[in-house]
């Protein structure tokens, strides 16, 4: 009785509650709980070691990452009584806001591993080295020496991939302090082609016709006026130069809005072919970038071509 009252006092932190809830979907390792949560990891390690001390979770190693998962109810233990009170608790819908964010960051988890071919429970599919950062690059072998913009270009990571492959980036974004981690990063990587620029969506730092190709990558639902960003990125191409946007299809998650200051919960590829054919582009294509079974965000996929 004294194990399973205590086994019911460790369940009396909301955050401990969160963390099982995660691990009734799948196993994760420190790093991806502390993402999902979004908690320190000094924090999530301490709960962490309270529910394996009480036999409520288990960890095993595999490689250099140690994953958690809920560990199997013994009869007699505390497990045994608490097993179904959870399982009926986190089958449940959940209204709770910090639920619905633990969810919605737990399905990017997920897709960012499946993303990079994470084996799941059938080795012959891990292939050491196959991954979709690989296949990108590889594919930038392919295209032409071209001058890109990344638009709302954050802290850079895209602007240096296109580095390797394009003739010249040019870098913006609204924040000092973004635009200062997206210097240091490619100074790390000794990438020279890119110039960083401070400047809004819908007043870019950049004359008529001065690339080739403009990229907004997950930048527009930040825009407050959607249909001046994509004209104003239009501007700056040359003639036949190109649009690329990466961005959310419409969802209901609004929470983003206070977390990541949207100002847009995705648009609908109907929006998205009207805001690039409003602008004047020409074979304007949308289709469905990424997608994954329960997750709130779709990436959508739009491009077109100026005249």
């Not at 990452?65 to 959870?86: C, D, K, S, V």
């Not at 200051?261 to 648009?267: A, M, P, S, Y």
Request: hydrophobic letters at 45%; a positive charge; aromatic letters at 6%.
């Amino acid at each position: 009785m004294e194990s399973t009252a205590a086994a019911f006092r460790l369940l009396g932190d909301p955050t401990r509650l969160r963390l099982l809830r995660v691990l009734a979907h799948d196993r994760f390792n420190g790093s991806e709980l502390t993402a999902i949560l979004g908690l320190a990891q000094s924090g999530v390690s301490r709960h962490l070691g309270l529910l394996k001390e009480r036999g409520l979770i288990a960890e095993e190693r595999e490689g250099a990452f140690l994953y958690y998962h809920l560990a199997e109810a013994e009869p007699g233990g505390p497990q045994a009584a608490l097993r179904p009170l959870l399982d009926a608790a986190f089958a449940a819908p959940s209204r709770d806001r910090l639920v619905r964010q633990d969810e919605a960051r737990l399905q990017e988890v997920l897709r960012v591993r499946k993303e990079c071919f994470d084996a799941h429970g059938d080795a012959r599919q891990l292939v050491p080295g196959r991954s979709w950062a690989a296949w990108a690059r590889a594919l930038g072998h392919l295209l032409p020496a071209v001058t890109l913009a990344d638009i709302g270009c954050g802290e850079g990571y895209l602007a240096v991939e296109a580095a390797a492959w394009a003739l010249h980036v040019v870098g913006i974004d609204r924040s000092d302090d973004v635009l200062e981690r997206a210097k240091s990063l490619a100074e790390r990587r000794r990438v020279t082609n890119i110039e960083w620029k401070k400047g809004d969506l819908t007043r870019l730092p950049l004359r008529d016709g001065a690339v080739e190709v403009a990229l907004l990558s997950q930048a527009l639902h930040h825009a407050s006026d959607p249909e001046r960003a994509v004209a104003e990125a239009v501007r700056v191409l040359k003639p036949q130069g190109r649009l690329l946007v990466l961005d959310l299809k419409s969802h209901r998650e609004t929470w983003v809005k206070a977390r990541f200051g949207d100002r847009q919960l995705g648009f609908s590829p109907l929006t998205l072919e009207h805001l690039l054919r409003g602008a004047g582009l020409s074979g304007v294509k949308v289709t469905t970038g990424a997608r994954r079974a329960g997750d709130p965000f779709i990436v959508l996929i739009a491009s077109g071509a100026r005249t």
